[in-house]
């Protein structure tokens, strides 16, 4: 996505959205000169159900969690998020974590690392990050977010809540 946009800047695209999945970066802002509003994926059901929106311009939103890529054996989902020290997927409260930062190259690498150190860990950890922020979604429907983003993120989904 920091490619695409870098080529929509040298040519001159003040606005657009590019939606690589789990990964969205808002080049610009609107044609109206509004800011974005993006979508966070519910965990916990199909792609495009959210639990809230987010307002920006010029950020990466890059999503991860337990919910697109996984494997069922006998009865047990094990996602891709996987742990070097055993192999195995983590096994934490996080179902899906959001990484919002100016570059996805970072947001991408964050969603997977903020996601193994677990919630009160990963929040400490992002807020000492500059232009960095993140929704941590837990598996008990609480949703966690950094200091950063408490102005632009709106909750629209009742079955969740915002824990802190």
């Given amino acids: 996505a920091d490619v695409i946009s870098n080529i929509l800047s040298n040519n001159n695209v003040k606005s657009a959205i590019i939606d690589l999945g789990g990964n969205i970066y808002a080049h610009g802002e609107k044609v109206n000169s509004e800011s ?57 409260e996080i179902a899906g974590i959001t990484i919002v930062s100016d570059k996805s190259i970072d947001g991408d690498a964050l969603s997977t690392s903020v996601f193994a150190m677990g919630v009160e860990e990963g929040m400490k950890f992002v807020n000492t990050l500059p232009n960095t922020d993140a929704i941590f979604v837990t598996k008990d429907n ?15 989904n009742t079955d969740f809540t915002l824990a802190n």
């Fill in 36 to 92: 974005w509003k993006i979508g966070i994926q519910n965990p916990f059901s199909d792609r495009g159900d959210i639990i809230g929106t987010i307002t920006v311009k010029n950020k990466s939103i890059v999503t991860s969690g337990i919910y697109e890529r996984y494997i069922e054996k006998d009865g047990v989902k094990y996602h891709h998020i996987l742990s070097p020290q055993n192999g195995y997927p983590y096994d934490n």
């Fill in 142 to 156: 609480k949703i966690y977010i950094t200091d950063g983003i408490r102005d632009i993120f709106k909750l629209t």
